[in-house]
């Protein structure tokens, strides 16, 4: 009998923990982001005081995206809604509505100037380290908001990774240091290095009169060739054109390198090459200065 | 001047030039090929095919990823199931060669798209597999050169019995064996030499170099020899003129080959020697009765 009175306050304590588990589970803000990259600050941030689901998961084009019924439930259960805002993801408020969602919606580039692109905004800010941090401070501050309870941590969590952020601006314009400045640019089709390009000073040439989309005739291929060697362009960046091929005989006619992928719009799978934004950002420059660097 | 429009966009790109080399070997090959099956009345087995590849494609791709070989292999053992079932079919029942091969190209298609979607992506499998006229690297270039040889050495082989075969099909019967076995051998060239031009120059291209030229060749001659001679000349000319054409107006090279092959057969249809409308309107006057 003794013994079961000495057991029982073990015991109650056991149960309590078991209890507690689930519990605590249930109080983290449920926190849903339109595509990985916002993911994954939120999770650097958030640490494991949220829940972070992604709609655009990895490897997919949030520019491409259609909302699933599947979305709409996640969305109806967030607590939070984090989004880039700039015109990147046109199809949200139309989901909200289908949802019912009553989720307050944070748009992460809240204080950034944009660059404009034609007419439009151009929303891929996250693409230079600078503004990255800008979205981690408006994350922070919508996470306080919404659980003040874990302030501390959220806050704490925070301020480390601006700190490696900070970091990693300071890295990439080092290693840019390393080009010689008349070989910092590249011709590429991608267009979501604007922000990249103003801050780091390398310049994105777009291949003249090309769209990704359609067949190039040879008069565009002739072009890019003539421009290539016209300005001595030393890397050709285009991946994302339909034939690899293709690329490959403009730079043997061309003598410019061809660089490897560039990540621009979404991070891979765990496993993958760029699981996390810094390690994204790492790969990119290490693929820039790996073609220009002599 | 001159020079400068026709000669200098190929003096001065490989691109070009290797394009070009591209266009004339893959017109010697599907020149003949095209004239058969015209003969045969089987012109539209080159569309048929495009997508009977399907499966095949997407198998190789969830064995191993986006891989070209594999998806290219897997294409051609597709398709190859495919010719030689409605062959087979054909030969065996009374069900005519068009209309079996349309009902096992749509059931490949059927099988492919449900491939695809179990693996749930929504990558186009086809878009990779087509290639471009204007990328020729070192293999792509020597697999359409090789190609071109293997098909004209095959026909040589089975020129004899396919002739026969495709004018008076019951003659051939009666006095030789040959007929059927000539028969899955073309099919199978033509299996080859779709999916490698599909894989090499894109769809477009490689079906419309077939039928295309075949089509005009028609309209000058009665005579199988000529024919074949007709259509892989006019095959080279609207690759030649195509790629120029191409240059200087920023038409995609494929659709502007195919845009001068059809002009060249608007021109035989209204001029051509053999059965064309001006020529039956208005007959010489060296017919007199």
């Known amino acids: ?239 994302n054109f339909n034939d690899d091929r293709l690329v490959g005989r403009i730079a043997a006619e061309t003598g410019a390198r061809i660089g490897g992928t560039l990540y621009s719009d979404a991070l891979s799978e765990e496993k993958g090459p760029v699981p996390t934004y810094i390690a994204m950002v790492r790969h990119n420059i290490r693929a820039l200065t790996s073609a220009l660097v002599r | 001047m001159l020079r400068e429009v026709l000669i200098a966009p190929f003096s001065d790109f490989e691109f070009m030039r290797r394009a070009l080399a591209a266009v004339v070997a893959l017109s010697l090959g599907s020149g003949p090929i095209g004239v058969f099956l015209m003969l045969r009345r089987m012109s539209l087995v080159g569309d048929a095919m495009a997508h009977a590849i399907l499966p095949g494609a997407a198998i190789g791709f969830l064995l191993s990823g986006l891989n070209l070989f594999a998806m290219t292999t897997g294409g051609m053992i597709a398709g190859f199931a495919v ?49 471009n006229i204007l990328a020729m690297d070192d293999p792509t270039l020597l697999m359409v050169a090789s190609n071109a040889t293997i098909t004209l050495v095959v026909l040589a082989v089975i020129y004899r019995p396919l002739v026969v075969e495709s004018v008076d099909p019951l003659f051939l019967r009666t006095v030789s064996r040959a007929g059927a076995p000539a028969h899955l051998i073309f099919l199978g060239l033509i299996v080859v030499n779709l999916v490698n031009g599909f894989q090499a120059l894109g769809t477009l291209l490689a079906v419309g170099l077939m039928i295309l030229p075949a089509g005009i060749a028609r309209f000058w001659s009665r005579d199988i020899t000529p024919m074949i001679c007709i259509a892989v000349s006019a095959a080279i000319v609207s690759g030649y003129v195509g790629l120029v054409l191409s240059f200087q107006t920023r038409i995609p090279s494929g659709p502007a080959i195919i845009l001068v092959a059809s002009l060249l057969y608007l021109g035989s249809v209204l001029f051509g020697r053999v059965g064309g409308v001006l020529p039956q309107l208005f007959p010489g006057r060296h017919l007199e009765a």
């Not at chain 1, 494991?48 to 949030?62: A, N």
């Not at chain 1, 601006?162 to 991608?190: F, G, M, Y």
């Not at chain 1, 008069?219 to 362009?233: P, S």
């Open chain 1, 1 to 239: 009998m003794s013994m079961h009175k000495r057991l029982l306050p073990v015991l109650s304590l056991l149960l309590g923990l078991v209890i507690a588990t689930p519990a605590s589970a249930e109080t983290r803000p449920n926190v849903v982001t339109s595509f990985s990259i916002l993911a994954d600050f939120v999770r650097q941030v958030g640490g494991d005081k949220v829940s972070v689901t992604s709609l655009v998961g990895p490897d997919s084009d949030v520019h491409v995206y259609t909302p699933t019924p599947h979305d709409a439930k996640d969305v109806g259960a967030a607590q939070l809604l984090i989004v880039n805002g700039l015109g990147l993801e046109g199809w949200l408020p139309r989901l909200q509505q289908a949802s019912g969602s009553k989720a307050p919606i944070v748009v992460a580039t809240q204080g950034i100037t944009p660059r404009k692109r034609g007419s439009d905004a151009d929303p891929h800010a996250w693409q230079s380290v600078g503004n990255a941090m800008v979205y981690v401070r408006n994350i922070r501050d919508a996470l306080v908001a919404a659980d003040p309870a874990d302030a501390v941590v959220v806050k704490a969590n925070a301020a480390r990774y601006l700190a490696e952020l900070d970091a990693l601006d300071r890295e990439v314009r080092a290693e840019i240091e390393k080009i010689p400045a008349e070989r910092r640019k590249v011709i590429s089709t991608h267009d979501a290095f604007g922000y990249f390009a103003e801050a780091y000073g390398i310049q994105f040439i777009a291949p003249l009169g090309v769209s990704t989309e359609t067949e190039p005739s040879a008069r565009d291929v002739a072009e890019i060739i003539a421009q290539v060697r016209k300005a001595r362009i030393p890397a050709v960046f285009l991946e």
């Open chain 2, 83 to 131: 010719a030689l079932l409605s062959g087979l079919v054909s030969r065996s029942t009374g069900l005519k060669e068009d209309a079996s091969l349309a009902t096992f190209y749509l059931a490949s298609l059927a099988i492919g798209v449900t491939i695809v979607s179990v693996k749930g992506t929504n990558i186009d499998l086809l878009h990779v597999l087509f290639g």
